[in-house]
Nanobody
Framework: VQLQASGGGLVQTGASLRLSCAVS????????MGWFRQAPGKEREFVAA????????YYPESVKGRFTISRDNTENMAYLQMNDLKPEDTAVYYC???????????????WGQGTEVTVSS
């Protein structure tokens, strides 16, 4: 299973970005998908997760109401819509696949290479 994240960039505070994750191999429609981020000098942290059918989504308080995770099982794609971006959102963002949607990083089996998001103040 291979994951390819894209869509990062340099934006100003308050802007929006949509990250994409293309998944090949495996059975995408059976995986829980997640997004994590890692800022310089910090541990990788949970950002969002979505169930295999898109019916359930999970977020930490830090992004709830600003970020939305979604997926398209016909295209083997997962997305992270990020609105009202803040400088503290600056990080490398990773998509990942697990047997079920979870906040627990160690349960993710497959990882993309990361896409960098920089939010300037």
């Amino acid at each position: 299973v291979q994951l390819q994240a894209s869509g990062g960039g340099l934006v100003q505070t308050g802007a929006s970005l949509r990250l994409s994750c293309a998944v090949s191999g495996g059975r995408f429609s059976t995986y829980g998908m997640g997004w994590f981020r890692q800022a310089p000098g910090k541990e990788r942290e949970f950002v969002a997760a979505i169930s295999w059918n898109g019916d359930s989504a999970y977020y930490p308080e830090s992004v709830k109401g600003r970020f939305t995770i979604s997926r398209d099982n016909t295209e083997n794609m997962a997305y992270l819509q990020m609105n009202d971006l803040k400088p503290e959102d600056t990080a490398v963002y990773y998509c990942a696949a697990a047997l079920m949607p979870t906040r627990e990083i160690h349960r993710y089996l497959y990882w993309g290479q990361g896409t960098e998001v920089t939010v300037s103040s």
